[in-house]
Antibody, heavy 120, light 108 residues
Framework: EVKLVESGGALVQPGGSLRLSCAAS????????MTWVRQAPGKGLEWVANIKEDGSEKYYADSVKGRFTISRDNAKNSLYLQMKSLRAEDTAVYYC?????????????WGQGTLVTVSS | SYVLTQPPSVSVAPGKTARITCGGSSIGGKTVHWYQQKPGQAPVLVIYYDNERPSGIPERFSGSNSGNPATLTISRVEAGDEADYYCQVWDSSSDHVIFGGGTKLTVL
């Protein structure tokens, strides 16, 4: 069974930085798009970013473009999200998600999420 | 940017049929996926490619997308179906993933 385990969530001050990690196992990591999806407390799902299998293509939501960077290390079966210039509205549970399909992605495998709180 | 519109809430009695809609411009030309999320849990894919069910999802769950809106149908609703439901598409014009705002299904 696919396993995705996020880490790195924390309380951080506005303007600060944080790096999330996702350890993937039980599937061929370098054969799948990977995605970050977030959910603010009591709110709906919001797509954050996608990265192609080989890292050659990356896409970002307008709300995080220029502040967040998605990356992956296929040798380590790991996905990352570098977040900077954090704002209160970035407070959310961040899910690491495997993308199925090709470009027209859907998401069958989700991690349990890691909580990022941006507050002074 | 592309927007998906869902009703905030839908209520249904046990044993009846629930229909949750997802509206968007020319949505019939896109492929719609649906997720179920229960409190404190990660979302679960219940329908992909408009009407395909992942293994383990009951046949009571079905999807259609023959125009605006796309629809998730849950037949013979059970108490355990009470959850938030989200539709999702890929917007090829922006290369963005789009989620609907979510619909809270209440089983009366």
């Amino acid at each position: 069974e696919v396993k995705l385990v996020e880490s790195g969530g924390a309380l951080v001050q506005p303007g600060g930085s944080l790096r999330l990690s996702c350890a993937a196992s039980k599937f061929t990591f370098n054969s799948y798009w990977m995605t970050w999806v977030r959910q603010a407390p009591g709110k709906g799902l919001e797509w954050v970013a996608n990265i192609k299998e080989d890292g050659s293509e990356k896409y970002y939501a307008d709300s995080v473009k220029g502040r967040f960077t998605i990356s992956r290390d296929n040798a380590k079966n790991s996905l990352y999200l570098q977040m900077k210039s954090l704002r209160a509205e970035d407070t959310a549970v961040y899910y690491c998600v495997r993308g199925d399909g090709d470009y027209n992605l859907f998401f069958k495998s989700w991690g349990q999420g890691t909580l990022v709180t941006v507050s002074s | 940017s592309y927007v998906l519109t869902q009703p905030p809430s839908v209520s249904v009695a046990p044993g009846k049929t629930a229909r949750i809609t997802c509206g968007g411009s020319s949505i019939g030309g896109k492929t719609v996926h649906w997720y179920q999320q229960k409190p404190g849990q990660a979302p679960v894919l219940v329908i992909y490619y408009d009407n395909e069910r992942p293994s383990g999802i009951p046949e009571r769950f079905s999807g259609s997308n023959s125009g605006n809106p796309a629809t998730l149908t849950i037949s013979r609703v059970e108490a355990g179906d009470e959850a938030d439901y989200y539709c999702q598409v890929w917007d090829s014009s922006s290369d963005h993933v789009i989620f609907g705002g979510g619909t809270k299904l209440t089983v009366l």
